[in-house]
């Protein structure tokens, strides 16, 4: 009687306009409802039912009403869908090919087919593949994907690496190769260096070495020389290799593999400054003051040269500090490294009082066997050599930053805008509440910026600086000159990593241009490049972080069992627990509200205050030194559980003191 009946269909599209509807992005829970999460502070519970018409990170309009006296969301209109492209594993049913992203907070599998050419039935349950969604059950009855690519077998040992690139579109073949390489033809000419006492310094295994050093001390401060490598003597403008290179951006590093922007005979042979082979490269002499400050007097030219050693991190720090049996080949390469090192403690502390320092934080580094198993994580602190490196580099960098300001006002530049300026009034907020001692008006300035990071530096805990990370703008890539708030420079633009960076190899391009009195026929990068750039190296960092924390759970299952404790700082706090970073090793994990303590009615978790309030005492703060102990390493959403060591429980343990990192 009513099917079909157009004034019913009328009465209830009138009923639905008239309910209240808000915009936002559906945040999913493994517990099967979700949120509308409208803004940083308003989030709206979705049931469970509403929850099965929408996915994770869509953004959607919904109807907002009551429902036994709870305000709920209803999703009603997809706005636009979180996920499109995505990896997921098969999953057959009643013959029926269907697929489960591979999401910690999607459970459901989405029914699906293979595109045309890839054998449907020769898939397996288990395998993992790319997937696009086509359907979207906001718009259609249910979801539907089309599977696009086999990405590995269900019993490959090293899926891992291929599900992370396949997620971040990256690709996971050196580019091909050429049977012979020849140098281009160039206007500039290039200086003989070939006897000049350059070396480089890196990790043992290195083999892409892409950066050589040579010093020499003067009257009033040193002349630092900087040799790059250059394969912009191999690689043509717009050439096929050279849009493959712009399109990868960055050579991809993994544990255990690395996959190069450039095809590895160049990356790892004719390009790479091997000791005793002579290389092009573009050079820069830079002169240093005493003090440590860079002065406007710096010279690029292109070379020819020679590196007379390859030097390891280790080996030269242990020698600096007067430990282990190696010694340098030559008195020449001692003197150049006592020098280099007097140079790099000047740069520190000319950073350290006119731009910013960052704490030393260790790399850890995974160990694996020939099966890909992690058999040890090791921690590499930044030793003295680490730091001649890379204070040499920062120096570089600056230098090439200001000279294509000056000569051509353009390049790729790093840039950095420090605070966010819509976020700005609530920053002000804080440092007010924490008497922190600074004039509103600078914090927008490059100087205030500093300021405020080196009195931050200074404080006795990390809390507040933990809190005002929140409120920072993230970095980017431009194509016109701008202040680095992050490293407290007025400019900076990369050059020092042609072999591993396509934005190198563009601010090499220029200067050579430049040099050669070309720069009218210099091919300027366009901010499109710079926008791929940045969101390419977003996607590298992403998968380092990826395929970190799937090797971090593997390798933990044993602490799992043995209830091991460990020493964790916390990172972050959301309503839901507490994330941590455990310091033995460097994995991230996460203390729910619910390990804390089990009546989470007197607990809260404040995102807003940084804390964590026990019956509204506080007992845990960003910042904070603590130890837990791992309840769960689970492979299949690549996390990590974890609870307190001890009971927060004041009748049993006092309040937690915070001790000094």
């Known amino acids: 009687m009513f099917q079909n009946n157009p004034l019913l269909a009328q009465l209830k599209q009138q009923i639905r306009e008239s309910i209240p509807t808000k915009e936002g992005t559906i945040k999913a829970t493994a517990r099967g409802f979700g949120f509308l999460e409208v803004s940083e502070k308003e989030s709206i519970f979705i049931p469970p039912p509403y929850m099965k018409k929408v996915l994770h990170g869509d953004r959607v309009t919904a109807l907002v009403r009551t429902e036994n006296e709870k305000e709920v969301a209803e999703p009603d209109t997809l706005i636009e869908q979180g996920m499109t492209r995505f990896v997921a594993r098969v999953k057959w049913f009643r013959d029926r090919l269907n697929i489960v992203p591979d999401h910690p907070l999607i459970k459901d599998a989405i029914k699906a087919r293979a595109k045309k050419g890839l054998d449907e039935k020769s898939l397996k349950d288990g395998d993992w593949v790319v997937a696009e969604l086509k359907r979207h059950a906001l718009n259609d009855n249910g979801f539907f994907a089309d599977v696009v690519e086999l990405v590995a077998g269900v019993d490959d040992p090293i899926a891992p690496w291929w599900v992370v690139l396949a997620r971040n579109a990256l690709a996971n073949q050196a580019p091909q190769d050429q049977e012979q390489w020849q140098t281009l033809e160039e206007a500039l000419p290039r200086q003989d260096l070939t006897e000049l006492p350059l070396f480089t310094i890196d990790s043992e295994s290195t083999q892409d070495m892409d950066d050589a050093l040579g010093i020499r001390k003067l009257d009033n401060g040193w002349e630092l020389t900087v040799a790059i490598a250059d394969p912009t003597a191999y690689v043509a403008h717009d050439s096929e290799l050279d849009k493959i290179a712009a399109e990868r951006a960055f050579t991809v590093y993994l544990p255990g593999r690395n996959i190069p922007m450039l095809p590895r005979t160049l990356a790892d042979e004719l390009c790479s400054l091997k000791a005793g082979e002579i290389r092009p490269a573009l050079c820069a002499r830079l002169q240093v003051t005493f003090d440590g400050q860079v002065t406007e007097q710096v010279e690029f030219f292109a070379a020819r040269i020679r590196s007379q050693a390859k030097l390891a991190y280790n080996k030269v720090s242990d020698w600096l500090e007067q430990k282990g049996d190696w010694q340098p080949e030559s008195d020449v390469i001692a003197e150049q490294l006592r020098e280099l090192a007097a140079f790099t403690e000047a740069r520190s502390r000319w950073r350290t009082e006119h731009a910013i320092v960052f704490k030393d934080r260790p790399d850890y580094r995974f160990e694996l066997d020939e099966a890909s198993n992690v058999v040890a994580i090791h921690v590499d602190q930044r030793r003295i050599a680490n730091q001649m490196v890379e204070e040499s580099m920062i ?60 009195w931050l530096d200074a404080q006795e805990t990390s809390y507040l600086d933990s809190r005002i990370r929140r409120y920072q703008s993230f970095a980017a890539m431009a194509v016109t000159p701008a202040a680095h708030y992050g490293l407290g420079l007025t400019a900076y633009a990369t050059w020092t990593s042609p072999i591993r960076k396509y934005g190198d190899i ?70 839901g627990g507490v994330k941590l970073r455990l310091q033995e090793n460097g994995a991230v994990v996460f203390m729910p509200s619910s390990l804390i303590l089990a009546n989470r009615d007197r607990l809260e978790c404040s995102w807003d205050d940084g804390r964590v309030y026990l019956d509204k005492e506080a007992i845990f703060e960003l910042g904070q030194f603590t130890q837990v102990i791992l309840t769960e390493a689970v492979e299949e959403t690549r996390s990590l559980i974890a609870k307190p060591a001890v009971s927060v429980v004041p009748e049993q343990q006092e309040k937690l003191e915070q001790p000094a990192s």
């Open 506 to 575: 563009i601010n090499h391009r220029l200067i050579k241009a430049i040099l050669a009195e070309q720069a009218h026929d210099a091919h300027a990068p366009s901010a499109e490049l710079a926008t791929h750039l940045s969101e390419q190296r977003r996607m590298h960092r992403r998968a380092e972080r990826d395929i970190a924390d799937w090797l971090y759970v593997r390798y933990l299952q044993s602490a799992v069992t043995e209830a091991k404790v460990f020493d964790a700082e916390i990172i972050d706090i959301g309503r």
């Open 395 to 454: 120096a570089a960098n600056l230098a090439c930053g200001n000279w294509l300001a000056e000569h051509a006002n353009t390049g790729i530049f790093n840039v950095h805008a420090g605070f966010d300026s819509e976020k700005m009034e609530q920053l002000i907020e804080l440092l007010q509440a924490h008497e922190a001692p600074f004039d509103p008006d600078t914090l927008a300035t490059l100087d205030g910026f500093c300021a405020l990071r080196r």
